[in-house]
């Protein structure tokens, strides 16, 4: 049995513990096993180390709240909670991955979706390869914020190449931060539904969280971290392998990608085909394709998908025929 004391200094504490203490009761329901007492300006926790641990980063969350906003709602209790709360098996048959925002209920939503979470768990790379909204960088963001919720790692890396896909980052408006946000606002979407904002700002600024380009990425090593290499059809031969060795211990990597979107320059070959062949023998290496069955968009785009896969598919045809009736001249 383990004891903690926090001391509440120049803080009102009906503001901060709650109607007859009914923010520490939410807390104290949370963590069953754990004794926490409110008297006077102190917190008394008493319990395992590893339950106090989470106790005392809940109130550290909700100082650091009350100190920027001046009030502490249930609703933030609650939040702060869900975010402490008791780590969920990694049992592949267990669909829920996280709680969000709002007690939004986070897992995978299709087969292939759930065979990405399977490999995750398997394996310390995996490559999640399908069209856009089928979900897959979404999954991997979830999959990122759990471990760092279950304290299987320190902080999570996200990162994407700095492709400008037909627009020209130079006439765009801001330093290169602002320049680039809009290339990783998808990131910052998905993290928007599992992380409060003020939570997420926090992570960030002490970079525990970490979105960044990928020539950021160079000449580290990224250990105790969920690393997530996005878009990564756009990367070069030389760009995956200086990424992919940038593995450190206690590391887990997820690279995504659509290989049917490559917008690199027309004779630049995509480091991400070249890395699933180069690599298809190692051991260790999960690879998970998902398709247009998996989109969970609108139910236009599943069938955009497929129109256009078709297109593909009858241009493809029309070129091999193109070149045997050249090759007979």
């Given at each position: 049995m383990?004891?903690?004391?926090i ?6 504490l009906?503001?901060f ?7 520490i009761r939410?807390?104290s ?7 926490i ?7 008394r926790?008493?319990?395992r180390?590893p ?9 550290n969350?909700?100082?650091q709240h009350?100190?920027?906003f001046g ?12 975010l ?5 098996e990694?049992d592949p ?6 709680f969000?925002?709002?007690g939004?209920v986070i ?8 065979k990405?979470?399977?490999?995750s ?17 979404y999954?991997?963001?979830?999959l990122a914020?759990?471990a760092?919720k ?9 990162t994407?190449p700095a492709?400008e ?7 765009l ?6 320049k680039?946000?809009?290339?990783l606002r998808p990131?910052?979407d998905a993290?928007?539904d599992m992380?409060?904002?003020e ?5 960030q600024?002490?970079?525990v ?14 250990h105790?971290?969920f690393?997530?290499l ?5 990367t070069t031969?030389?760009?995956?392998k200086m ?6 211990p206690n590391s887990?990597?997820?690279?995504t990608g659509d290989?049917t979107?490559?917008d690199l320059?027309?004779?630049q ?6 890395a699933?062949?180069i690599l298809?023998d190692?051991?260790?290496?999960g ?7 998996d989109?969970?968009?609108?139910k236009l785009?599943?069938s ?5 896969d ?10 091999h025929?193109?070149?045997r009736r050249?090759?007979q001249?």
């Open positions: 383990v004891e903690k004391v001391t509440l200094e120049n803080i009102p009906l503001d513990l709650g109607s007859e203490n009914e923010n939410q807390i329901a949370a963590f069953p096993q754990s004794k007492v409110s008297r006077g300006n102190e917190i926790i008493q319990g180390a339950e106090i641990l989470r106790i005392n980063d809940v109130l969350m909700l100082l009350f100190n920027r009030s502490i709602s249930p609703d933030n209790v609650k939040e702060y909670i869900a402490e709360g008791v780590p969920f990694t048959k267990n669909d829920i991955i996280i969000g925002n709002k939004i897992k995978p939503k299709s087969s292939n979706q759930r990405l979470v399977e490999s768990y398997k394996n310390d790379l995996v490559f999640a390869l399908g069209p856009a909204g089928t979900g897959k960088t999954i991997a963001v979830a914020v759990r760092l279950n304290r299987e790692v320190k902080r999570i890396i996200i994407r492709v896909a037909g627009e020209n980052l130079g006439f408006p801001g330093d290169l931060q602002e680039l946000d809009p290339y990131i910052y993290l928007s992380i409060p904002p939570k997420l700002k926090f992570y600024e002490s970079r969280i970490e979105i960044a380009p990928l020539a950021y990425m160079r000449g580290r090593t990224l105790d971290a690393v997530l996005d878009e990564a059809q756009n031969n030389e760009q995956i990424f992919l060795t940038r593995m450190g887990k990597v997820i690279v290989q979107q490559v320059p027309t004779k070959k995509s480091g991400l085909k070249e699933l062949k298809k190692v051991k260790g290496i690879v998970v394709h998902l398709s247009g069955k989109v969970i968009r609108h785009v599943k955009i998908i497929e129109a256009y078709k297109e593909d598919l009858a241009n493809e045809n029309a070129n025929g193109n070149n050249e090759g001249n």
